[in-house]
């Protein structure tokens, strides 16, 4: 829930700071607000990347984490194209999303790995 809610005040900054209007096209729903970065591109970033994370932990069988992570990250990369066929995202709004997910997702399991008494740099790059 941290990583979630705290994520998306951390998009709403960016877009404060940016202030990047949306594309000037006919899009194929309305959307409000700024453009830079994609917020659903960087929540579902953070929501499943934060679930892929949980795979690698819970699940012992290699085939289970890659496959798991896999559709996961699928899953995001849809979202991601969806905003841009919907005419409310230029492509570097989601390569920014992805980018800005990717930095609070790292964040997130750094805290929670010190949080839980180890040492975050240990544990990443024992994955």
Do not use: C
Not at 66 to 72: C, K, S, V
Not at 78 to 88: A, D, E, F, H, Q
Request: aromatic share 16%; proline share 3%; hydrophobic share 50%.
């Amino acid at each position: 829930m941290f990583t979630i809610a705290l994520g998306g005040g951390f998009n709403w900054l960016l877009k404060a700071y940016f202030k990047r209007e949306r594309p000037d096209i006919e899009a194929l729903v309305e959307q409000g607000g700024y453009s830079f970065p994609s917020g659903h591109s960087m929540g579902s970033f953070v929501l499943y990347g934060t679930l892929a994370f949980a795979v690698f932990r819970l699940y012992d069988h290699t085939w289970s984490k890659i496959l798991g992570a896999a559709a996961l990250m699928l899953l995001v990369l849809l979202i991601g194209l969806s905003r841009i066929y919907l005419g409310v995202h230029y492509p570097s709004d989601i390569l920014g999303g992805f980018s800005a997910g990717g930095v609070w997702l790292l964040f997130s399991i750094l805290v929670y790995t010190f949080i839980k008494g180890g040492r975050p740099w240990k544990k990443i790059s024992s994955l």
